[in-house]
């Protein structure tokens, strides 16, 4: 396969955007360059998550179709929220390419940077209520302790107002980070740089 | 939403199959039945992961095309190997489901059930060959020390065989494990009886 | 010592039933070739760790002078309950050897093929009720953390009808699971194939 | 069962023996009245182990006849090294009971208590050669991650001049102090006042 | 003491900069009030560790006296080299504090927002030389299981080309660290709002 | 540098007291003397974390500094109390110089080397009030799992007596035996061969 000959594009400070190669945007399916193309509009570029799995189009486009569902908001659980979701169960995983990418996430969702990267950090000393750290402990628990899961906790957050739906969500993803921080890892996936300056 | 009031079904010994709601399968979209039906054909019965995860519709749909893609065997990493990388990252999160379905899906992919139970329980004295062994040990990793993974893991699958795309695929196979085995464990999911007697 | 000459005989699929070699049978002291006798008549066959432990036969014989004690049932701690523990401490452990005999132990003194699987691979999600979840919970943290042990745990099980006796049972079982867990592990000792097959 | 309303008597500084009842030395079977006189000879009482130990006297006797072959000096791992094991399994796990039994045992056995309390609280700065820290790396592997065991942990010990079956006694001894460690953690056993003093 | 009485002034977002109170600035002894002034003038602001560990004046005096000599850089030890160990050691504690103060620092230091922030998150994957990781490398290593530290890894890092006395201010940075870390994580500090935009 | 030509001194048993050169006493600066005369004249010897920090002669000045200012008794917080969290910490460490220096340092204070050997080896089973505990658990707390430290940490203490101050005494006592129990462990210091038989 020729496009698996490429070396992997610069994520900037001369480090590969992953371990794996990387085609080029032309050879990728038109679903993909559609959603690189989308991406540019949006975000203002190709987040190197796109680039560094498009090394697998068909991977990638599946991935991409059951993980942005897991990001719409609903009633008790909002945009910011499902981003608080991502980066506590990163910086648990240590995912450098997670906590940047879904740090700036947070702080456009949250329109407030410092708040947003407190909560990356360390949400426990973020000064939240007492509904989020309830939502933000069992997506660590479900990352840290899944065995010592119980139907208590699902109780819990229903008595901080979320419906079964919505605790489905908080565990679907944390349950997703645990598998997007391992790829990211492991793939060597470095975020972008235009990521460290956005939303400040 | 009507099917929320279900109580989830019984999966054998009182058990219900999960600690959500499962909808009635005659509610379900008609790519899910249809998926369900396939089941009955194959494997003789729906799988309590397909009834669990029915309680969102959607994302059953969507994770499950991710999901089988990682399953499809290539030259170097066969049916069986893959399902020994579920196994491998299912134990060191003590995934009661994940074990029981796929320590059975092992069984019949090697028809062998000694051996598959070995490497389901302990991999590292089932009397595997180097390769496998290197294979099982980086899926270990990435569940365990995702952090800890670098170039060399990628080199050194590459040495024992691998093409880069299947060193992917491990990768990808491992991380999704970490997905399913905290799914299952967080939302009760329990396997069915018929499981336990396969394949022996 | 002539018989330390000898290999380790196979357990099937190849691997030798310990890393050290293993005497005949017939060079065994008397008391050994009785016990050897008894299991070939009420299993069927005689058990690996029997073999691999005696490359030291006056140890094997004290030791399971012993550990035969532990599965005497009582009132309130049964045939049974005493293999939940086996089990649970080994799953700790990830310990291959005891998680197949024990395994199959347990579903013989169960009758019930799938809830002994179930408890063997994670009790807390197998449908025990209170009191044996209690027992099997202190089983746990005197694997893990037996330091945070206290007189409270003690007072615990108490409370659900054990004795003073029994309790202590619960201590020694699971003290003396990860006795012969660390055994099996570091001698290499490896199930009979027949375990696999047995009460199911 | 009368002598379990005894309460435990003292281990100095109000503290009981064991957190379960002890029963009077005059109501034990003869062997333990014998076992007791005889510590009395040797080391001038009667350790607080076999007291706590006598709430179930048989299993004392039993266990104590598998325990003290363990001590037995063989050429190439001496009383003094089989303490050392003793006292890095113990360190590991934090026995308050087999640190300050244990620890005595080594100044005795070493006739050089600075060494024995260094060896007791990290042998690993207590100056001892590449083969008693071979030794002791695989006693506190053995306790700490015994899957990880493999059959070159056995042939570097070979290496270093041990036969097999001394090998074999270093698996064993280390395991049973996670067994002891275990009971004394679990049961609440406080060694005797004398200890602190003994051999300094 | 009057000045304990005095509720923490604000970090930002309605959080207090301690769970302690803080006394007034003009209470504080000549030194500190000094120590104050120069902060404002060089960094612009006063930083919450100096407010927060004013509750304790000569304790804060003492220690900044200890702290600030470690950051003094050397031929073959950079300023940035220092904060680099500064934010390796705080991530793996996960401290608020410090991975914003130094982060900040860092990126001060480096002049280059993107790399200092990859460092701060995972130097592992920041692209860093082999000199810079084995620092960093001794870093984490003392953090998280320090009685591993051994001659060799003095040597290695000689043979990177530190000095002796460099090799131990790696040591003593980490090890100050781990003491910055806890006491902020247990006092409650939290970082002054100003840091997250410096140096962007 | 002349003085690190020097090879460290015998801490006894042909171990040298640090892994890193030890300067002669006449070179070191004039306070540094007064504080190893002073040293000889109450404890009757040097103590060796000094002569291994003499390496670094103005650190030491200022480290000791802070450090001592941590062990002056206040009302609620005795000179026992304050070396019981400096064994405590150190236990959990496995720092074989403090739990040597300070373990003698313990049992002068109390006056009871069999209740300081115990409270060493583990406070928790000692026999120590509720106060006591409470003390030592956040000490350790602060020691293993910083992060889940809170304000309720503070207000426990607080209700067992303990004033603000003496509450952020236990924090930055427990933190600075984490720098401490680091220092020792990575430089390879040794504690005195006289601090074993002192105060028995």
């Given amino acids: 396969m020729a496009d698996t000959e490429n070396k992997a594009p610069e994520s900037g ?16 399916p038109e679903g993909l360059r559609r959603l690189f193309s989308k991406a ?7 987040p190197n998550v796109f680039r560094a799995y498009s090394f697998r189009p068909e991977r990638l486009s599946t991935w991409f179709s059951h993980f942005k569902m897991l990001h719409e908001p609903t009633d ?4 910011a929220e499902r981003e608080m979701i991502a980066v506590a169960v990163s910086m648990e995983n240590g995912c450098l390419y997670c906590l940047v990418a879904h740090g700036a996430a947070l702080r456009e969702a949250l329109g407030d940077p410092v ?15 007492e509904r989020r750290c309830a939502i933000l ?4 628990k479900i990352t840290n302790e899944p065995i010592e899961c119980s139907p ?4 819990y957050l229903k008595g901080h107002g979320l419906t079964l739906e919505e605790v489905w969500d908080v565990i ?11 790829m990211s890892l492991a793939c060597g996936k470095i975020p972008n740089e235009e990521y460290h300056a956005l939303a400040r």
């Fill in 152 to 155: 208590e906790d699902i109780e």
């Fill in 172 to 182: 679907e993803i944390a349950s997703m980070y645990n598998f997007t921080n391992r």
């Fill in 76 to 79: 008790n659980l909002s945009v």
């Fill in 137 to 140: 402990d069992l997506a660590v």
């Fill in 13 to 28: 400070a001369g480090i590969p955007v992953s371990w794996f190669p990387v085609p080029e945007e032309s050879e990728l």
């Fill in 115 to 129: 708040l947003a990267d407190r909560i990356t950090l360390d949400y426990r000393r973020a000064g939240l209520d």
């Fill in 40 to 46: 540019r509009e949006t975000v203002g570029f190709v």
